[in-house]
């Protein structure tokens, strides 16, 4: 039986336009804790400046829109936790992309991370906000997919350059496939 819940992370910080998933963890009278995310009900006390989704497949993504703060809660019947969300007017300054330089082989898939650098020197992990391309999609592809954001996928010999791009800023790094 549910006991109480907990949600993560804690008291972020994120930047107006962004958006972050969120989870919400379950404590069991069994003493075993269990990811709840998609079965808990998301809430923003001030959605003008946050909102929250529970669709599925997207519960617990937050998107800003307006600079303030407002709090987040996630619901299992009578049980429920909260965390505090401020939207800040910090502005994307760059995007790096991780692993730099990585090789694969012919069929093999890589999962790249975005990470954005913002005015605020605050950091968030952009990985499924960013638009992703390849130079050369005949030798490695790479998805925009939700699920799959930045897996890279060898098709044939070659080195390829993978960008993330997101608010005018654009990441870059190589991809050789052998």
Known sequence: MLSSLAVTPSVPSLAKGTEMAFRAIGNFTDRHQYDVTSFVTWTSAHPELATVS???GARGVV???SVGTTTLTAAWGTISASTDVTVTA???MSIELSPKDSAISKQEMKELRAV???SDNS???LTT???WTSSDTSIASVSNDNAAAGIVVGIASGTVTIFGSMGGQ???TNVTVW
């Open 54 to 56: 529970n669709a599925d």
């Open 63 to 65: 998107q800003t829109l």
């Open 90 to 92: 910090a502005t994307l």
């Open 116 to 118: 954005g650098k913002f």
């Open 123 to 125: 950091t968030q992990d």
């Open 129 to 131: 906000q960013v638009a």
């Open 170 to 172: 654009t990441g870059s």
